[in-house]
């Protein structure tokens, strides 16, 4: 599906989430948190909202979002080749290329920690660890870092959803 368009289809998948055994409802969180742009952090969030369990979420999230990001990593050289060949309208490139553009120069200032702590705030987890690769980090070091950096926002969304739950209770 496409989250581009409001046609109502995740709402309706996070409904049917809601509704099922909490073995789908993990696969589920681990689903979203596959989805570029929405990853661990998004995942995490709205799984606690609609009532699952904490703990569970936060690890189908960090699943969900480094399986996505190692599939990635590990293709990246066939991955930089689909993204070149790709026909794309004007906008879309002009996007691409300013996240691209953002990411390297995030690269230049704090290299790959940075890159991966920063980048679900500015790029997203998947552009990121790519960017790192095309500035020549090796791909072990990608690997180690963006897992940190999953672990770390999803515990740390976690953490701010179960205090803002027991603010307002």
Not at 95 to 110: A, I, M, V
Request: hydrophobic share 50%.
């Amino acid at each position: 599906f496409k989250l581009e368009k409001d046609d109502g289809k995740l709402e309706q998948f996070l409904q049917q989430l809601q509704d099922s055994s909490p073995i789908l409802q993990f696969l589920g969180v681990m689903l979203v948190g596959m989805i570029p742009f929405l990853e661990g952090y998004f995942a995490v969030p709205v799984g606690i909202a609609l009532g699952f369990p904490a703990v569970m979420t936060i690890v189908a999230a960090i699943v969900g979002n480094w399986i996505s990001v190692m599939v990635v990593i590990l293709a990246s050289d066939r991955v930089r080749q689909w993204l070149q060949g790709r026909k794309s309208s004007e906008r879309k490139q002009e996007k691409q290329n300013k996240r691209l553009e953002r990411g390297q120069n995030l690269f230049q200032k704090y290299g790959v920690p940075g890159v991966s702590l920063l980048g679900p705030l500015l790029i997203g987890d998947h552009i990121a660890a790519l960017v790192c690769i095309a500035s020549g980090a090796s791909k072990r070091y990608v690997m180690i870092w963006q897992t940190i950096a999953i672990v770390v926002w999803a515990v740390g969304m976690g953490i701010l959803v179960l205090l803002g739950i027991n603010v307002i209770k």
